[in-house]
């Protein structure tokens, strides 16, 4: 049985990364941060599998991860932990780099310095490219020119990794992974945020949505198919770096009006600049606004991913597309907020994977 060890693993990607690997038959071992309020949600339905164990830890924590890793002796390390929201990374710069940089550090120390043979993943991220981009699409050949704490942090871990593949020989491989979203995205996420809202304004509850800039443009996924790509990349023989993204590019607000057409809703738009507002056509109420405290100090206009090399050597491809993903998260919203089952299920199973699951009655 193989044994891997997941950092954030109460996260998005880490709660379908733990189903994945324990459908295969893993034996799963993760840290979770502590903290006063529950934030398990996401693996809660997960936490009764005989194969899978939880302990607390940290990755500012060197020597707890020190005395975990030589305990487990995993064959896969799945470093998923960060401060992983863009914005915030600017209020807390310091802390950004500590967890989403040095932690990379300390696994590989551990690793190196233990002998440990295992095959280790670090999740990287295309804020890594940033705004002044050479090529479009972006690939793995493509300069990075990061443009927030978050993208730098990342930065660092993406070539620590490299360095210690080089320098010492392990199996250390580097996922650049475009935006990916689900109904698990935390509600402070943009895409999140969206779905959450449309819900909340259909049933009443929130009379509009706040964005910032609506015209920044992203490459959007599904969690559960990148994940997949993270497990495919340390099933190879070689260790590498690959660009997980879809190849097809939409704005901000491309999302929101798809999210509001999926309730029935046309959304119009008038006005220019801070004071443009997204208005239903039918009843003339504004349901968008804009709201300067939600730019961020340095944007990322575009983000398109290229992967050609992971389509061509690992084999993988995505099958989601924006619809599915918007009709997915707005379905799971819909039923928070409203207590439907089901507005347009349309081919969706996963989306009653997502309501069956104990995270689809916790309510943030």
């Known amino acids: 049985m193989k044994k891997a060890f997941i950092t954030g693993v109460c996260g998005q990607d880490g709660s379908y990364l733990t189903e994945l690997l324990l459908e295969k038959n893993y034996e799963v071992h993760a840290i979770i941060r502590r903290s006063s309020i529950f934030n398990t949600h996401r693996i809660d339905h997960l936490r009764r599998n005989e194969n899978f164990f939880q302990y ?10 020190n005395r975990l890793l030589k305990t487990i002796k995993p064959t896969e390390i799945y470093n998923l932990a960060a401060q992983s929201h863009v ?44 705004g002044k981009i050479d090529t479009i699409p972006q690939n793995e050949n493509t300069k990075f020119t990061p443009r927030s704490p978050y993208g730098v942090a990342k930065l660092y871990s993406h070539w620590i990794t490299v360095n210690y593949r080089e320098a010492y020989n392990l199996f250390a491989c580097n996922g650049i992974l475009f935006n990916h979203e689900s109904p698990r995205r ?26 910032g800039n609506l015209d920044a443009k992203r490459d ?31 704005s ?24 443009e507002v997204g208005i239903d056509k039918k009843t003339n109420k504004t349901l968008i606004k804009i709201n300067k405290n939600f730019y961020r100090p340095t944007e990322v206009d575009l983000l398109l991913g290229d992967a050609t090399k992971a389509k061509e050597k690992l084999g993988w491809k995505p099958r989601y597309t924006i619809d599915d ?8 919203d ?4 409203n207590n439907i089952k089901s507005v347009n299920l349309n081919n969706f199973g996963a989306i009653q994977e997502n309501i ?3 995270q689809a009655i916790h309510v943030s």
């Open 56 to 65: 607390y830890g940290d990755l500012t924590d060197s020597s707890n991860l």
């Open 87 to 130: 914005g915030v990374s600017f209020d807390v710069p310091e802390y950004t780099a500590d967890v989403a940089g040095l932690g990379t550090l300390r696994l590989l120390e551990v690793i190196r310095d233990s002998n440990l043979d295992c095959k280790f993943y670090q999740a990287g991220s295309s804020e890594m490219f940033g």
């Open 186 to 211: 935390g509600e402070n996420f943009v895409t999140r945020k969206i779905t959450r809202a449309v819900a909340a304004i259909i049933s009443g509850k929130q009379e509009f949505l706040e964005l």
């Open 220 to 250: 959007w996924g599904h969690a559960k198919e990148y994940v997949k790509a993270q497990w495919m990349m340390l099933q190879q023989e070689q260790p590498d770096d690959y660009v997980i993204a879809t190849g097809k590019c939409y």
């Open 252 to 275: 901000i607000r491309e999302f929101a009006i798809k999210a509001f057409e999926y309730v029935g809703i046309e959304i119009v738009w008038k006005g220019n600049g801070l004071n």
């Open 325 to 332: 993903l918007i009709a997915e998260m707005m379905e799971y």
């Open 334 to 337: 819909l039923y928070i907020e």
């Open 356 to 358: 069956n699951c104990k």
